[in-house]
């Protein structure tokens, strides 16, 4: 399915998401569309790089919580729609799946 496609019939059918499951930093949601139904992910952390020393030969990396997730509450069902932005980056990385 199309961003459009997923976007308009989350509206229309205003279809729940609900946590299927957490794993290696990412909460894994599933949504029932028109066709069948679909899971993604959502990134709870990200790795920062730092560079330490006076000449930046050394590299450090951290796990921080994704700035992406703002204040976002995330329940164990919520309606689709209210995770678009999630979905869109899930469609365009190919991490939109069908399961079902």
Do not use: C
Not at 15 to 41: C, R, W
Not at 65 to 82: A, I, N, P, V
Not at 83 to 93: C, G, P, Q, S, T
Request: charged content about 30%; hydrophobic content about 35%.
């Amino acid at each position: 399915m199309e961003l459009n496609d997923i976007k308009k019939d989350l509206y229309k059918s205003k279809a729940m998401a609900k946590l299927s499951h957490y794993v290696s930093g990412n909460l894994y949601y599933t949504v029932e569309l028109i066709d069948g139904v679909y899971q993604f992910p959502i990134a709870t952390v990200e790795i920062r790089h730092l560079v330490t020393g006076p000449s930046g030969e050394d590299e450090v990396e951290e796990l921080i919580l994704s700035q992406d997730l703002g204040t976002t509450t995330f329940e164990s069902e919520m309606k689709g729609s209210d995770l678009n932005r999630w979905i869109a980056k899930a469609v365009e990385k190919g991490e939109f799946i069908k399961i079902s």
